[in-house]
Structure formats: structure tokens, C-alpha cells
């Protein structure tokens, strides 16, 4: 039941709002979150302009750094291959064939959580959202990879959090 849910939600994400101008703009943003590479720009410039916080944006890319290698320790123990929709061929390539949980939530939600001391906490959320979002919208994570490196993202962050 709850495999059926995951590709009923992944087809949809794949058939709704999608036009070349979207998805364009989609996979350009996705494309920033590879390696978490968004979110450790974001806490660099933190730490050039804002020294006051210096501190919290080193923690926040260090936790972002340790939530990225614990999702990669992750994939390869459970080792879930990439959605697969003949008729809805994905949109992006992919560092691995691996897909669970999702890097790019993981990261998203860690950052989000971290970096909520420092800039406001709903803009970040709905950046992690969309990030995570726009992983099955491009076809190559089911939506409950999402999930799962939503949940993993958030616990590092509270665990890593000072």
C-alpha cells in the first residue's frame, strides 16, 4: 500500500505543471543543491557579512557537511534504485543510481534547521520544501526518499545543534 502511495504521488509530481520554461527553471534549481552546495554558499557568505554569527554558520555547513556523509553511509546499506517510469523518463542525471533517502533533502533540512538562529525560518523551510520537491518532479527520487532525508536532515541537525 504505501509502495503504491509513493509511485502514485512520484506520477504525479512527474505529469503536473510541467512546461519547458518549469522545468528548466526547476532542474536549475535542483542543480543547486547538489552536495548541499546551496546551502554552504548561503553559510559562507554568512560567515563574510554577518561575523556576529560567525559561529552558528561554521556549525551550520559542518552539520550540513556531516548530514550529506551520513545520507551517502545511508544509501549504500539500503541501496534503492532510482524511480524507473518508462513512459516518464526522467529529467536530470544523478550522481549515483541510488535513491534513498534523498541528499538533497537531507542537506535542505539540516541547513534549514540550522540556519533558522540566524535568517527566517520560513523562507529556508519553503526552500528545503521546493528542493526536496523538485527531486521527484524531475523523476529521480520517489516521494518518500524525500521524506526520509527530511527526517534525517532535521535529526543530524538536532543532534549537531549546540
Known sequence: MLRALDLALLRLLRTRLHGP???????LFTRTGEHGALWLAICLLGSIFDSR???????????IVAAYLLNIVLKNIFRRRRPLIEELPSLST???ALS???????TSF????M??????????????IAMGLSRPYAGVHYPSDIAAGALLGTAVADLLAP
Not at 559561529?55 to 555547513?61: G, I, N, T, V
Not at 534513498?100 to 537531507?106: D, F, G, I, M
Not at 539540516?110 to 534547521?113: D, H, S
Open 21 to 27: 520554461q518549469l522545468e528548466r527553471a526547476v532542474l
Open 53 to 63: 554569527r560567525r559561529a552558528l554558520y561554521r556549525d551550520a555547513a559542518l552539520t
Open 94 to 96: 544523478t550522481v549515483t
Open 100 to 106: 534513498y533517502p534523498s541528499a538533497h533533502a537531507t
Open 110 to 113: 539540516a541547513a534549514a534547521r
Open 115 to 128: 540556519l533558522s538562529g540566524a535568517l527566517p525560518a520560513r523562507p529556508l523551510y519553503a526552500c528545503a
